[in-house]
């Protein structure tokens, strides 16, 4: 109870402040109660100061803009207190007296020329210069931003840095975008809390001196020079005593927006003494320049000459410091190499396998080197951007290595550690291929299509206009590699998915979907059964982006049959729209069907196990459905047309795992599968 009692008396306290400094406009405060609070004014303005100098960073006073904008409310409250004070009895306190007399001089001309050199610096100066930066920082962070984000994704490809740090760093980037954007807006309330001071004080002196000659104030006229001389030094008294705060925050203001990404690991005094006094170069010039300026002009010769030989003498210190720290660096470090030799090597991190890693030898490095306009790592990046918006699945994070294993040009996909392809890479080269209609050669070296296999040339950089003029495509080495990478990706997905990134999938869709969600998980299937269901969609290339469809699906159909291949079936069909516009175009479309007798026969041949159904079919008659498929398959990509089977719906499933044999990228649909906008005419059939 006393602790929920405390944590909601820290959660009012800002708001009972800001109630307390706006009650002062209202409440007329005791002189000792405002001599008080304006002693609270300059100690606030010295804790922001000396907070903003030994900030690491900027974003480490995230709260800097709501902190600048109370402390501006604060002081133009006082402002309105002390000269209601001021005016309504003659007298400002303790604190007022003392600035207007003793920092002023007891002169009000003096005081007045201090007070005006306090206000154009804070003003043109420190404010200025202040509301600039915190601008100009604020437009290039955002500019910025899209890069960074580019590089964190980067570096997490590579393996540079992981998961949680990948996040903190983009945290971090987000942070400093609405960092400076916030000081950006706020630093301009600094700039009108000066000009409201300069304002005030010309009001409070011409109101003071009427008031004291008319006699309102004081009870008896006064002479104007008597007035003016009290109420301007009170006046003046009183913007000094606001200036000087809002002067050390405007200063807190300009280190916090101009503070570079200093090392955490040193104080800023060190690291200020360090870049300014650090290099022995710079001290030798600039100390014989202080004896010759000693030693041939006017100028007080005993102190320049001594203050030049002294920081001569220091130039020389710090040179034999380094000489002998560097030396002690290399014992330490040939010490630290010594040590890591000794020590056991921990095999830990050996035990996992990346499940994308793409190895490459030395000669490709500049690909992915950025500092030599490589762009690889970037491709990378739009790879799993591209295929998460085609197939809605995550794709795990793409390793990138160097491997000395390998030809210098010769690059290799792995997945889970086992490779599944490769080419070769000639680095200063384009490969040009000939679409099929060009009659015209180009001289190059020849060679194949890492991904299709289709025969090409590499070609130099002097041809490549020539090729394109003449219908050639020409392709750069990363974009070889970017799409060999892409479509390795996009056949190998269904294994890549895990139960977490599924898991991950659908506590997005639980979002807007909870009920669906509830009622389908754990209730009547699990992660891991459509997991399944996924995986057979992405086999099949179809996207799983639809999700909330095939989740609802699942929750219809998962009541009939526990069946994950027979759910995939209804699922598909569910998705007949995105399957006919993925493989029909407007207009008629080529399609070959099944022999009636054939979809019979295969279906009396499916065998039906604890552990699910499998076609069990005689191999002669496997091998002349096989022989049929084929001779029908070659009409149609003789016609450059694309293959496509249909079949009725209880047998597509088992077809399509017969073929996969013999053409894994055969595209085969049942009939439920087809919009009804789709038109589609049998130009084949295959029997048995």
């Known amino acids: 109870m006393g602790s929920s009692r405390l944590d909601l008396i820290k959660k009012g306290v800002v708001g009972v402040l800001v109630v307390a400094i706006i ?9 000792r109660v405002m001599d008080f609070l304006l002693m609270l004014n300059i100690f606030v303005g010295l804790v922001i100061l000396i907070a903003s100098i030994y900030a690491d960073e900027p974003t480490d006073m995230s709260l800097f803009p709501t902190i600048l904008l109370i402390s501006t409310l604060y002081r133009l409250v006082l402002n309105i207190s002390t000269t209601r004070l001021i005016l309504s009895t003659g007298d400002g306190g303790e604190v007022i007296r003392v600035f207007g007399e003793f920092v002023a001089g007891g002169n009000m001309v003096v005081g007045a020329v201090v007070f005006v050199i306090i206000i154009v610096v804070n003003v043109k100066v420190i404010t200025k210069g202040s ?10 962070t955002l500019d910025a931003m899209p890069g960074k984000q580019m590089a964190i994704d980067a570096d997490l490809n590579t393996g540079l840095i992981g998961d949680e740090e990948a996040k903190a760093r983009r945290q971090k980037i987000q942070d400093e975008a609405n960092f400076y954007g916030s000081m950006d807006g706020a630093s301009k309330f600094v700039a009108g809390d000066a000009v409201a001071g300069i304002i005030i004080t010309i009001i409070n002196i011409l109101g003071g001196i009427i008031l004291g000659t008319t006699g309102i104030a004081t009870g008896e006229p006064l002479p104007i020079g008597e007035a003016a001389q009290i109420y301007t030094l009170l006046t003046i008294g009183d913007g000094l005593v606001s200036q000087i705060p809002a002067i050390l925050i405007s200063v807190a203001t300009g280190i916090l927006v101009t503070k570079a990404n200093a090392d955490k690991t040193k104080n ?14 710079v001290m030798y010039i600039a100390g014989p320049a202080l004896v010759v300026l000693g030693a041939v002009t006017p100028l007080p010769t005993a102190m320049f000459i001594g203050t030049g030989v002294v920081v001569t003498i220091y130039a020389n210190f710090m040179d034999r410091r380094k000489r002998i720290t560097a030396i002690q660096s290399d014992i330490t470090k040939d010490d630290s190499e010594i040590e890591e030799i000794r020590r056991p090597e921990n095999v ?6 990346d499940p994308i890693l793409l190895i490459f030898g030395y000669g490709l490095i500049p690909l992915v080197d950025a500092s030599q306009g490589g762009d690889l790592l970037d491709r990378v990046v739009m790879i799993r951007r591209q295929v998460a918006l085609e197939l809605g699945a995550v794709v795990p994070i793409i390793r990138l290595r160097d491997d000395i294993k390998l030809s210098p040009n010769e690059y290799k996909i792995l997945i889970k550690g086992v490779e599944v392809a490769g080419g070769d890479i000639m680095f200063d080269h384009y490969m040009a291929m000939n679409p099929g209609y060009v009659e015209d050669e180009i001289d190059g070296i020849e060679t194949v299509e890492p991904y299709l296999g289709l025969p090409a040339l590499w070609i130099s950089e002097s041809q490549r206009e020539r090729a394109e003029t003449l219908g050639y495509t020409v392709v750069d080495p990363p974009a070889i590699i970017a799409t060999h990478l892409t479509e390795v990706v996009r056949s190998h997905l269904h294994e890549l998915l895990t139960r977490q990134d599924v898991q991950s999938l659908v506590d997005n869709v639980k979002e807007a979907n909870g009920v669906l969600i509830d009622e389908l998980i754990p209730k009547l299937m699990s992660i891991g059964d459509i997991q399944k269901v996924l995986a057979n969609l992405l086999k099949e290339g179809l996207s799983i982006r639809d999700l909330v469809t095939v989740l609802e699906t699942l929750a219809d159909y998962s009541h009939v049959t526990r069946d994950t291949d027979m759910l995939t079936e209804y699922v598909r069909q569910a998705l007949r729209r995105h399957i006919s516009k993925q493989y029909f175009e407007p207009g008629s479309n080529t399609v070959i069907t099944l022999d009636p007798e054939l979809e019979q026969q295969i279906m009396s041949s499916v065998q039906q196990t604890e552990q699910g159904s499998f076609l069990a079919l005689d191999p002669s008659v496997t091998q002349k ?41 055969l595209v085969v649909l049942s009939y439920n599968e087809l919009d009804s906008s789709a038109e589609v005419q049998s130009v084949g059939m295959v029997g048995a």
């Open 268 to 281: 800023i005094s060190v690291q200020l003494g360090e870049q300014l006094f650090g290099k022995s170069l």
């Open 131 to 140: 509301t600039r930066v915190a601008e100009v920082t604020a437009r290039f």
């Open 625 to 665: 459905i096989f022989s049929n498929l084929n001779a029908e398959v070659s009409k149609l990509t003789s016609m450059g047309l694309q293959p496509i089977i249909l079949t009725s719906p209880i047998v597509r499933i088992y077809f399509k795992r017969l073929v996969e044999q013999v053409a894994p990228d």
């Open 23 to 31: 009650s002062l406009i209202i409440i007329p405060p005791d002189p």
């Open 348 to 353: 830990v991190s050996l035990l996992s396998v």
